[in-house]
T-cell receptor, first 114, second 113 residues
Framework: QQQVKQSPQSLIVQKGGIPIINCAYE??????FPWYQQFPGKGPALLIA?????SEKKEGRFTISFNKSAKQFSLHIMDSQPGDSATYFC?????????????FGKGTRLSVIA | DTAVSQTPKYLVTQMGNDKSIKCEQN?????MYWYKQDSKKFLKIMFS???????INETVPNRFSPKSPDKAHLNLHINSLELGDSAVYFC????????????FGPGTRLTVT
């Protein structure tokens, strides 16, 4: 049973476009929602994260939108660049401590073409 | 300085062999994890250790045994390797309290022939 569903599986945008990646979760006990970026041959790196008490968070060109009632959250990348080409994973975890593992979506392969 | 390091980066071995992957973190974190990334890039938790104690053991064959000699190290030993064990294995670490970010190592690509 997949607890975090991510779409699309792959995405191609032009440089300067705004790719949007969507995730939906089932478990209402989740209270921490990070996004990870992974380049080929590298480990996932934390990009940005949000908690359910806010509806939006921005860090640089990356924005998370969060809809608690719909149990959905999404990543927007403003002014996308070829260097943003990577695989993006949404994730979720639960509990009030940091020792719970992440449940990952299946990933979105983003290609930004010049 | 590398925050979470793993050795080796690549591991090629034959079916039936026993192998180990080592992980070290220099972040002072309390909790360490092993994740498996399959050929379709799906990441799934295998084990979680907090202060050298196993706290999560997902449905993983008992051929896989994690060992934590101290808070900064979490090694993964795999017995009787099978073809289906081929994957990329990632170690990660996080704090128990405060900021919950998990930091991942560079991964170990295991190929079983």
């Amino acid at each position: 049973q997949q607890q975090v569903k991510q779409s699309p599986q792959s995405l191609i945008v032009q440089k300067g476009g705004i790719p949007i990646i969507n995730c939906a979760y089932e478990n209402t006990a989740f209270d921490y929602f990070p996004w990870y970026q992974q380049f080929p041959g590298k480990g996932p790196a934390l990009l940005i994260a949000i908690r359910p008490d806010v509806s939006e968070k921005k860090e640089g060109r990356f924005t998370i939108s969060f809809n608690k009632s719909a149990k959905q959250f999404s990543l927007h990348i403003m002014d996308s660049q070829p260097g943003d080409s990577a695989t993006y994973f949404c994730a979720a975890s639960m509990g009030r401590s940091g020792n719970t593992p992440l449940v990952f979506g299946k990933g979105t392969r983003l290609s930004v073409i010049a | 300085d590398t925050a979470v390091s793993q050795t080796p980066k690549y591991l090629v071995t034959q079916m039936g062999n026993d192998k180990s992957i080592k992980c070290e973190q220099n972040l002072g974190h309390d909790t360490m994890y092993w994740y498996k990334q399959d050929s379709k890039k799906f990441l799934k938790i295998m084990f979680s250790y907090n202060n050298k104690e196993l706290i999560i053991n997902e449905t993983v064959p008992n051929r896989f045994s994690p060992k934590s000699p101290d808070k900064a190290h979490l090694n993964l030993h795999i017995n009787s390797l099978e073809l289906g064990d081929s994957a990329v294995y990632f170690c990660a670490s996080s704090q128990v309290t405060g900021r919950y970010e998990q930091y991942f190592g560079p991964g170990t690509r295991l190929t079983v022939t």
